[in-house]
């Protein structure tokens, strides 16, 4: 579950950003393939992945981290 939410919040903000997969796998340094299964919810993405992320989308980690059900 919380991988699904990471995966649907990622791609959501790479393609506000314009970013294809292969554009942004490049920019993160990871394959595509590593990028695809964060997106998919196959992998929990680690700290230095999130951070790396919110750094090339030009968020915050806060930003795009998944907002807690209630």
Do not use: H
């Amino acid at each position: 579950m919380e991988a699904e939410k990471w995966g649907r919040r990622i791609r959501a903000f790479r393609k506000l950003k314009g970013y294809t997969q292969e554009g942004f796998a490049r920019n993160l340094g990871v394959s595509v393939s590593i990028l695809g299964e964060v997106e998919r919810g196959n992998r929990v993405p680690d700290e230095s992945f999130i951070e790396d992320a919110a750094e090339v989308l030009k968020v915050t980690v806060e930003e795009l981290t998944p907002k807690k059900d209630l």
